[in-house]
């Protein structure tokens, strides 16, 4: 019996100089579960009290965990943001509650530029959703007439909608490009979707909104 070769010295560029027939090792690609997390943007300094663990979470050095806490981040600012917000069916309602999402729709930004597959569709779901949102809340605030008012009090309400859809129109179309990619990036890579039930969930109701009104 022979005994083992020792291990192959090393070339002059560093890398070790193997015996002829022997199979080099295949370089295989780390999970993103355990992948360091590339130099994502800082998040708000701002931050509401409720949503300060989350933005610690969102720094951590694991990939899996800075991105899942960024989406998160994301939802939380917004509700804690407009939340205080008094709306009325007019442009400086629209310009208030665009800024109170500003923060959200940056920090989903971020998420969908690090460019790892399933974080990127869920963060384009979480940005359709969020100016989906932000346009339904707006059409509210035209108030239904009282019943028993005259024809007069729906035509005026009907006014009000009308002109309030221009100003929506934005968050509604930037909303539909977010499902669409959403729906495409699946198509793309069905394994992706197959056996990832939360994934899955953001593709259907991504479906479910581009087919609505």
Not at 139 to 161: C, F, I, K, M, W
Not at 195 to 202: E, I, K, N, S, V
């Amino acid at each position: 019996m022979q005994p083992p070769a020792a291990p192959a010295p090393p070339s002059a560029e560093g890398a070790p100089v193997r015996p002829p027939g022997e199979t080099p090792p295949v370089a295989r690609p780390v999970p993103e579960t355990t992948r360091a997390a590339p130099a994502l943007p800082p998040v708000p300094d701002d931050l509401p009290d409720e949503c300060q663990a989350l933005g610690e979470a969102a720094s951590s050095p694991k990939l899996e965990v800075a991105l899942a806490s960024r989406v998160e981040l994301a939802s939380c600012l917004a509700g804690q943001r407009m939340k205080p917000l008094s709306l009325v069916d007019c442009e400086q309602s629209v310009r208030e509650l665009d800024a109170a999402a500003a923060p959200s729709l940056t920090v989903l930004d971020d998420v969908i530029a690090a460019g790892v597959a399933r974080w990127k569709l869920i963060a384009l779901h979480a940005r359709g959703t969020l100016l989906a949102s932000m346009a339904d809340r707006m059409a509210t605030t035209v108030p239904e007439p009282p019943d028993g008012s005259p024809d007069t009090a729906y035509r005026l309400r009907d006014l009000r909608q009308e002109m309030l859809q221009p100003l929506l129109a934005p968050w509604r179309d930037q909303a539909r490009d977010a499902f669409a990619e959403v729906v495409r990036g699946a198509g793309e890579d069905a394994r992706l979707v197959e056996h990832d039930p939360g994934l899955r969930r953001a593709v259907e109701d991504s479906k479910r909104m581009l087919a609505g009104p």
